[in-house]
């Protein structure tokens, strides 16, 4: 497939492979230890290079880093230790030049409690943003209004003496969340998301989409019996897996902003959204709601392939026909791994083989795909000691949950760097010695390897329009085989993955096939037989072209 821009093709977000870049860890180049924007721009032909369509850059906007930029104090502006407003621009204009399109993450759910809209709300209950964060009085114990509780442990209300009132944060107390209810609240948002366009930016990452209205009555959210409770979006230690979050998240008022943005990027032909939807019960349905044609998002960052478990055929199974049945008209940006969960390579432990077979079923899915960065070197999990822990969800729960610092130490470019070519000072993170092997300068010289593999993978789903953007049949379990069918016009794959050390039996559907796929390890004879964690992809002939 032809690399368009985004006015020739619009639709190019659908099937795209986006990277995912954790700034603060993809590359330092001033020596302060903390990546940076310039060091994004040096990078890109490496993410160029694996045939990916877009980048996806974790927040980089002025934030005091309590949650490491997901608490922003200035929307349109480049936090220092990032760079500049010029350092982003050049970012930009260097990816397009390589044929990547540039999303960046906006955290509209909540600011810092640092921002000046919050400074300003906070001091009384008759100013002009008085009512533009989630205010309520006590009970009259002085106990908070409701039952609600913060992703980060205990409730999610904070009590200000200055306006004796409670103010809502679903996630740190310094992170207050913003009153959708307020339509001066979403016109400055969507101010925000204009400026940003109007840099060049080709799309958004939308962090916690489902979280931006809750409810105006404050009604308590219903308890879960622990059969019901999921550690999807929190783990397992977390009581807020002991609730069913019907009145904090999940408003119906949530499409009608939505409705809003969409209309805001649409005056910016083919520019995109994905929005993040943190629902451990109903995550597939919302996203249904979400990616309804014109009527929200294009796309939603599902959760169900972030699972603790190692993904089976069964599960996979599943996840799909779930889709077909809350969401057949959505769609998905599938991912294993990103900068809140442990990687991948680690939780479902994963010899190299399993990593390729994974990344080929992954490749072949309906969907679009988020790979985060470091996965096309299989990095495991980097162990952090407490004494280097940065995270305060680690160390709020801590040892039983250790955060999120594991899956978010630097990226590992130069193996014989003894900070893996990531920085020439200490990292803000310390480097893992079980990364050092895994190098891109390693991987590059290994043409056998699994960042080829990767490479192979990606190249395998950009020449066939069926696996990119095409409808999706047939999907069934044997055993601990996943098989389907893909569809777009005269292009149909047949696609059997074996995700299991032993060896199993396929049969193809009717019809003269052809296996394609070689470069990926895949079976080249069709004769019904699977190695280990091996895939049989094949391509079915025209009729015309058998008979020519």
């Known amino acids: 497939m032809t690399l368009l821009s985004r006015t020739e093709n619009p639709d190019w977000w659908r099937g795209a492979v986006i990277y995912q870049i954790y700034p603060r860890s993809y590359q330092d180049s001033n020596g302060d230890g903390i990546g940076d924007l310039p060091g994004i721009t040096r990078r890109l032909p490496h993410i160029a290079g694996l045939g990916a369509d877009a980048i996806w850059i974790s927040p980089f906007f002025t934030s005091p880093m309590k949650d490491f930029g997901y608490d922003v104090s200035d929307y349109r502006d480049v936090d220092p230790m990032f760079g500049t407003l010029e350092d982003f621009d050049a970012m930009v204009a260097e990816a397009h030049r390589l044929g990547l399109k540039v999303m960046i993450d906006l955290v509209l759910s909540h600011s810092s409690d640092q921002h000046p809209w919050f400074a300003e709300s906070r001091v009384s209950r008759d100013n002009s943003k008085a009512d533009w964060y989630v205010w309520a009085d006590p009970k009259p114990d002085g106990n908070p209004p409701n039952n609600w509780l913060s992703i980060f442990g205990g409730p999610a209300w904070q009590w200000d003496g200055r306006r004796e009132q409670y103010y809502l944060h679903n996630f740190l107390t310094s992170q207050p969340d913003l009153n959708f209810h307020c339509p001066e609240v979403q016109d400055a948002l969507l101010d925000v998301t204009r400026f940003w366009l109007e840099r060049g930016v080709d799309g958004f990452r939308l962090d916690t989409i489902n979280f931006y209205v809750h409810d105006k009555h404050l009604r308590d959210n219903p308890g879960l019996p622990r059969e019901q409770r999921n550690a999807t979006i929190a783990p397992s230690v977390n009581p807020y897996n002991h609730q069913d979050h019907l009145y904090d998240k999940n408003q119906p008022e949530n499409l009608a902003f939505l409705r809003r943005f969409r209309a805001l990027l649409d005056e910016y032909p083919g520019t995109t959204a994905v929005g993040e939807v943190g629902d451990a019960q109903r995550g597939l349905e919302i996203m249904g709601e979400y990616t309804r044609a014109g009527n929200g998002v294009h796309m939603c960052y599902a959760f169900e392939m972030l699972q603790p478990n190692a993904l089976t055929a069964s599960d996979v199974a599943t996840i799909f026909a779930d889709v077909d049945a809350v969401a057949r ?43 985060y960065q470091g996965e096309e070197l299989g990095l495991p999990e980097a162990e952090v000691g407490f004494d280097d822990l940065q995270d305060p969800y680690g160390i709020e729960f801590w040892p039983e949950f250790k955060g999120r610092d594991g899956c978010r130490t630097p990226m590992v470019w130069d193996s014989a760097h003894p900070q893996g070519g990531f920085s020439d000072a200490k990292p803000w993170l310390p480097v893992s010695p079980d990364h050092l092997p895994r190098a891109v300068d390693r991987a590059t010289q290994n043409p056998d390897g699994l960042m080829a593999h990767y490479r192979a993978a990606i190249a395998l789903r950009r020449a066939h329009p069926a696996l990119h953007h095409g409808e999706q049949t047939d999907m069934a379990a044997e055993g601990e085989v996943i098989r389907f069918t893909r569809r777009e016009g005269d292009d149909e794959v047949f696609v059997a993955v074996n995700l299991s050390p032993n060896p199993a039996q396929i049969d193809l559907p009717n019809g003269d096939w052809t296996p394609i796929g070689a470069d990926l390890g895949a079976a080249q004879d069709l004769n019904g037989e699977i190695a280990p964690f091996q895939a049989v992809i094949a391509q079915k002939q025209l009729k015309e072209a058998a008979n020519g």
């Open 329 to 371: 008209d959505g769609w998905a940006c599938w991912a294993y791994s990103n900068h809140d969960v442990q990687r991948h390579a680690s939780r479902w432990d994963l010899s190299e083989a399993g990593q390729r077979a994974m990344t080929t079923l992954q490749m072949c899915l309906r969907g679009s795909v988020c790979l």
